[in-house]
């Protein structure tokens, strides 16, 4: 019962998100939160140190070459932000409002609620995941290098087409979960995954909850979601902090079976050219058993 | 030739982004270059009205009741900047530098380049086309009511499932654009056009590229989405505008088609449930022909 007893207000707090203050709850107004001291007129007359500005974008060159995210406090933070505004919105303000906690501007000055459009792939239309978009916006904000920036966001795609969704399994249960017909202990959650094998959103959802035959609109897709959203705020921070540490981070190279059908269907072609990054048989699943010409393999 | 011998900075001079300056052309720090007269400090001791502040969002009331975007001028800038960055920092970094140089706070304090990684349906990744997320992301800036910023969004992605692309004929060629094999003037352009059916990259790339039996990543495809990214640049501040002028903007209703599909995979279902607004057919072509169990409509 303890647990549960936890308000959304402990578990911020919990999570660093004390300052912020208001995830989920509204538009923030905190430029002079967290305001480094260094930008008071120093009384020898030297230069005066600004604090960063949104405009002096992007931001890796604001935070301490020490500095990393805490991927356990962003995880349960983005878990309850999914119920206050959806899967992007749980990614966008659980990692923005870890960054205005932690490293202060020019994070603080962000509105933390620029995530919600992207709930259900974009307002519902099943487009690229949220919290996948919600996480690839904050690596935006942050990463200078273009290749590490690029490299960094298709590895969320990717490893979000391989990986097992849900495994979190949040500190305190979230008040607005209810109504479960579906087991998400930690002792029952391996049950429940599924491989989305694409990072968009109706394929993603559709596959979840045809494979636990549960609606696409109900407490039990909700629940997966949330989870899914703490993981994939999870993988967002791991991908950063290594980034940070130095580490070039390279996304995983395409699965075998796409990479035989690019190797016919390259860009450069003028014959059905492809453009794409992503897991092909999870959509064409007419080309795996009945490809036109009968070709399958380049020969 | 006089039309050709236009530089960029002309182009960007007409279009009203002269005081942003730097569009495409890397971050600019411009937070003080239209503050308003209003944040000086009155003689009288009466309140300072504060410049808006980026965290004080969506910036809708910061707008003057009878401001509009100049679509011929985003069009325009946006077809130049996808020279300088690709799709989405083409119509993001067109809209936006539209927005601070006629509206200025807080849009002057904002990031031109954040746009970038969208390129190619996000790093080249084939997700959602990088000209529809650019004007998403510029629509979640502005619209408060969360109902019409929905259908707003809806409306930008469903117009561009079914939208001939490309249409724009700019007005001066980009100096960037060479080497082409087809003929985009403004009396050939209807022929090159195609209806992507699908608001993906990947398939809306691949698509204009088999029809038109170029590359999808050669300079023919490069001067179609330089065009799309204007054409989308203008349905968004088409689509701003008549919010702006009160109008309540609805997105056009799914097709006939998906509507059966979503007929039966309702969300609500438990037994294949899809998540979904986009046009079904695009993807599951086999679905078309060969529906499993033999049932294509409502029974």
């Known amino acids: 019962m303890a647990k549960d007893a936890l308000t959304r207000r402990d578990i911020l707090s919990r999570a660093g998100l004390g300052l912020a203050g208001a995830v989920g709850l509204g538009a923030i107004g905190c430029a002079t939160a967290s305001a480094p001291a260094a930008a008071s007129a120093p009384a020898d007359g030297a ?67 620029f995530g919600r459009f992207g709930i259900g792939g974009i307002e519902l239309y099943g487009s690229i ?27 969320l795609m990717r490893w979000y087409e391989r990986a097992s969704f849900p495994s979190y399994v949040p500190a305190a249960t979230d008040a607005a979960e209810k109504g479960l017909t579906r087991d998400f202990s930690a002792a029952n959650v391996k049950k429940l995954q599924v491989v989305p094998r694409s990072h968009l959103c109706h394929a993603s959802v559709s596959g979840w909850c045809t494979a636990n035959r549960v609606a696409a609109n109900g407490a039990d897709k909700k629940a997966r979601c949330a989870r ?72």
Not at 245 to 269: F, Q, R
Not at 270 to 284: K, Q
Request: charged letters at 15%; one cysteine or more; hydrophobic letters at 40%.
């Open 129 to 155: 995941c949220g919290a996948v978009l919600g996480g690839i916006m904050i690596v935006n904000q942050i990463v200078a290098d273009p290749k590490a920036r690029a490299a960094m966001m298709t590895d």
């Open 228 to 299: 899914l959203t703490a993981d994939v705020a999870g993988r967002t921070v791991e991908v950063i902090n290594a980034h940070l540490a130095g580490a070039s981070p390279a996304a995983a190279a395409i699965d075998a079976a796409s990479a035989s059908c690019v190797s016919c269907h390259t860009p450069a072609s003028t014959d059905l050219p492809v453009a794409s990054g992503m897991e092909c048989g999870a959509c064409h699943t007419d080309k795996q058993k009945d490809h036109p010409g009968g070709k399958r393999t380049r020969t």
């Open 47 to 113: 230069p005066v140190a600004a604090t960063p500005r949104v405009s002096d974008f992007p931001y890796q060159k604001h935070l301490r070459p020490a500095y990393r995210l805490d991927a356990g406090a962003v995880k349960e933070a983005a878990y309850h932000a999914y119920y206050a505004g959806g899967c992007c919105h749980g990614t966008y303000s659980a990692l923005l409002g870890h960054l205005a906690a932690t490293a202060g501007a020019p994070f603080d000055q962000l509105p933390l609620d």
